[in-house]
């Protein structure tokens, strides 16, 4: 299992190396303060090992080739850049705060809740935290079931 300092390690490489253009290097710097952004790619690069590990003839490629290839490709990752609160969370995905919270504490009182709203990131003072990428996964989520 890819740990974050080994991520950590990774984009420091790649911060240090000549071989990208600024532009990409100028990314891996921002990446590497950014633990949503590590976890993303410590997870994303577990799968593909397990995933290219069934395949004999192909030799699995490097942590830092894995994080170039998403540096290449950032988009890839979602946007991680932006942590939302109930708010925004309710306001990306077109409801009022009340629906979101009466939904999300029905959740977490082990009630269903169809589609189920994503666990949140990180609960700071009681208040849950998500990435806007979540928010907006789970729009597209809701706009699939209406149909």
Same mark, same amino acid.
């Given at each position: 299992? &890819?740990?974050?300092?080994?991520?950590?390690?990774?984009?420091?490489?790649?911060?240090?190396?000549?071989?990208?253009?600024?532009?990409?290097?100028?990314?891996?710097?921002?990446?590497? $303060?950014?633990?949503?952004?590590?976890?993303?790619?410590?997870?994303?690069?577990?799968?593909?090992?397990?995933? &290219?590990?069934?395949?004999?003839?192909?030799?699995?490629?490097?942590?830092?080739? $894995?994080? &170039?290839?998403?540096?290449? $490709?950032?988009?890839?990752?979602?946007?991680?850049?932006?942590?939302?609160?109930?708010?925004?969370?309710?306001?990306?995905?077109?409801?009022?705060?009340?629906?979101? %919270? &009466?939904?999300?504490?029905r959740q977490r009182e082990?009630?269903?809740?169809?589609?189920?709203?994503?666990?949140?990131?990180?609960?700071?003072?009681?208040?849950?935290?998500?990435?806007?990428?979540?928010?907006?996964?789970?729009?597209?989520?809701?706009? %699939?079931?209406?149909?």
């Open positions: 299992m &890819t740990k974050l300092n080994d991520v950590t390690l990774a984009l420091s490489q790649i911060s240090d190396e000549n071989e990208l253009s600024p532009e990409l290097i100028e990314i891996a710097t921002k990446w590497l $303060h950014n633990d949503l952004v590590k976890m993303e790619l410590a997870l994303a690069y577990d799968d593909w090992i397990k995933e &290219t590990s069934k395949f004999d003839d192909e030799p699995p490629q490097s942590l830092v080739g $894995h994080i &170039t290839y998403y540096l290449e $490709h950032p988009f890839l990752l979602g946007d991680y850049s932006t942590i939302v609160g109930l708010n925004e969370f309710a306001e990306i995905i077109g409801w009022d705060k009340a629906r979101l %919270s &009466t939904k999300y504490s082990g009630k269903k809740v169809r589609p189920r709203i994503p666990e949140p990131i990180q609960i700071l003072a009681s208040t849950p935290l998500w990435t806007k990428a979540q928010a907006s996964k789970y729009r597209e989520i809701l706009e %699939s079931t209406e149909k």
